[in-house]
T-cell receptor, first 114, second 113 residues
């Protein structure tokens, strides 16, 4: 059973470009979470999605950031018009849902904006 | 957003020593989780705690869910070099279905031979 798969592992974008980060959850998991981690800091929640629905986006910046989890295919975190401050590690986690279920993390995508 | 306070922030210990770290919050959580993160990798779940007062072990690791639901601690016994990494606590406050995790600030563990 493959774990949570994120790609790319590393992404370099120039200021003003778009960044697309992909996350394929573990088999059987229908809940996906995105977190951002700045160097030397803990992970901060961004958005929680179930298939085709955004459940909680309270941690997502209101502008330039969007997330989706379509019926078919991976979850996508999209950052438009990237700025240097978007440079960070972005982690995806998945869980099967329900109370007491544990979330498992992918290896992350390290975004560098130059 | 809220972050949980972890202490110590970092620690150097000698191989074979026991390690203790804790995590505190100003609000209640229903679930406490402890993760370890190696450089360049994602967090890996070590222990999950679901009930106040619960004490759970996983090999050399032992964690407890505080009675007040506002804290948790993690102990590592007889540390070895591969214990090096950053340890994060995380609290979860489900309201029906699984919900987001709130992470601690991390404890960086370094082991000297």
């Amino acid at each position: 059973n493959a774990g949570v798969m994120q790609n790319p592992r590393h992404l370099v974008r120039r200021r003003g470009q778009e960044a697309r980060l992909r996350c394929s959850p573990m088999k059987g998991h229908s809940h996906v979470y995105w977190y951002r981690q700045l160097p030397e800091e803990g992970l901060k929640f961004m958005v929680y999605l179930q298939k085709e629905n955004i459940i909680d986006e309270s941690g997502m910046p209101k502008e330039r950031f969007s997330a989706e989890f379509p019926k078919e295919g991976p979850s996508i975190l999209r950052i438009q018009q990237v700025v240097r401050g978007d440079s960070a590690a972005y982690f995806c986690a998945s869980s099967p849902g329900g109370r007491g279920t544990e979330a498992f993390f992918g290896q992350g995508t390290r975004l560098t904006v130059v | 957003g809220q972050q949980l306070n972890q202490s110590p922030q970092s620690m150097f210990i000698q191989e074979g020593e026991d390690v203790s770290m804790n995590c505190t919050s100003s609000s209640i959580f229903n679930t406490w989780l402890w993760y370890k993160q190696d450089p360049g990798e994602g967090p890996v779940l070590l222990i999950a705690l679901y009930k106040a007062g619960e004490l759970t072990s996983n090999g050399r690791l032992t964690a407890q869910f505080g009675i007040t639901r506002k804290d948790s601690f993690l102990n590592i016994s007889a540390s070895i070099p591969s214990d090096v990494g950053i340890y994060f606590c995380a609290g979860q406050r489900p309201t029906g279905t699984a919900s987001k995790l709130t992470f601690g600030t991390g404890t960086r563990l370094q082991v000297t031979l």
